[in-house]
């Protein structure tokens, strides 16, 4: 096959940053996705209904001209959240909330630290039909960081979903055959995203022949056999499983520094990217489901009009992407050739 055309995908789950960054991540997301959902882990969180706003539209004031994109907003789950906030939130346009254990990752220390206090929460979402947003993992110290994503589920999530059994939850950038398994095995209000990066590589990506700082993402990299078992996820066709990059820019000297950021910045390439995973797995004929279909589906969203096209062409992905602000970001895969390339979105 030398081109696909497939409707106009979403990206599920990405991060925008804020102020000069917008300039760069907005426009990139926007070349070829017509919605994304949009993380709230800024300095400070938004985490209400009027922070919401102001960054929506901050957001849309950095959409290139001509373009046709639209912010899912959501809002940042504290331990302080009551069930008025996240009620005020639906009605100013979050259509999540995002649940982030204090200190699993990037801005998340001001988090949940006691997730039975969120419990009368959680029941107000199911009752507004407002999703969960999961970021899967336990931050206990003495639990080795490539087993969180699996205690996290045996401590957490399944009381959540047990509890809650109507409350739509997305367990986000799931990196384990732990998490494809029970997310298949839940009922119908639980889906997952996955990331290009974990799809591509594994942890000896990030370790091995030196440490690889601009592969280093939260949740970490596994072993093989648990990118293995997101392939093969996403080559069944389960409507389960859903786009979302998690693209998470960070310059490039605070990424290679002594303690660097967490976050593959995959924008400028995102769906390029899945469609070569996709094509190694012989199963083009999935990736629009994935990419366009399931995820619009599972959040009660029409389907987008429209569509784009990728051609099979090779193109080098940049050495690093320059900001107006002197800084630089590595992109995900930078300086390496990939095979397909959106000709027309």
């Not at 907005?26 to 209904?49: D, E, G, S, Y």
């Not at 302080?80 to 996240?86: A, G, L, R, Y």
């Not at 979903?161 to 398994?181: Q, S």
Request: hydrophobic share 40%; with cysteine; charged share 25%.
């Amino acid at each position: 096959m030398q081109e696909i055309t497939i409707q106009t995908p979403d990206d599920l789950h990405l991060h925008f940053r804020d102020e000069s960054m917008l300039l760069n991540t907005v426009p990139a997301t926007a070349r070829c996705f017509r919605r994304a959902i949009v993380m709230p882990n800024l300095v400070p969180p938004v985490t209400n209904a009027e922070r919401l706003t102001a960054y929506r539209e901050r957001i849309l004031s950095a959409v290139p001209p001509g373009k046709h994109f639209e912010p899912l907003m959501t809002i940042y789950l504290t331990d302080n959240t009551d069930k008025e906030t996240v009620t005020s939130a639906k009605a100013a346009g979050a259509v999540a909330a995002k649940l982030y254990p204090a200190g699993a990752t990037t801005n998340s220390d001001t988090a949940v630290t006691d997730l039975e206090r969120l419990y009368p929460v959680f029941e107000q979402m199911q009752k507004i039909d407002m999703l969960l947003l999961v970021h899967g993992e336990v931050t206990d110290t003495h639990i080795d960081i490539f087993d969180r994503e699996k205690e996290f589920i045996d401590q957490k999530l399944q009381v959540i979903h047990a509890r809650f059994p109507n409350l739509k939850i997305v367990f986000e950038h799931i990196t384990t055959k732990d998490a494809a398994d029970f997310v298949s095995q839940a009922n119908e209000f639980m889906a997952a995203t996955i990331t290009p990066q974990h799809l591509m590589l594994n942890r000896n990506d990030l370790l091995v022949g030196g440490i690889r700082p601009h592969n280093y993402c939260l949740p970490v990299l596994k072993r093989s056999t648990h990118q293995q078992a997101l392939r093969k996820a996403v080559q069944s066709g389960s409507h389960k499983f859903f786009l979302g990059t998690d693209s998470a820019p960070h310059e490039k000297h605070k990424k290679e520094t002594a303690c660097g950021c967490a976050g593959c910045y995959s924008a400028w390439s995102a769906i390029e990217l899945y469609a070569q995973v996709f094509e190694e797995l012989d199963a083009l004929d999935k990736l629009e489901g994935f990419a366009s279909h399931y995820g619009a589906d599972f959040y009660g969203l029409p389907r987008n009009q429209g569509t784009i096209t990728l051609k099979k062409e090779q193109w080098k992905i940049p050495d690093a992407i320059h900001l107006g602000n002197g800084e630089d970001i590595v992109p995900f895969f930078a300086g390496q050739t990939i095979n397909w390339k959106v000709t027309d979105a």
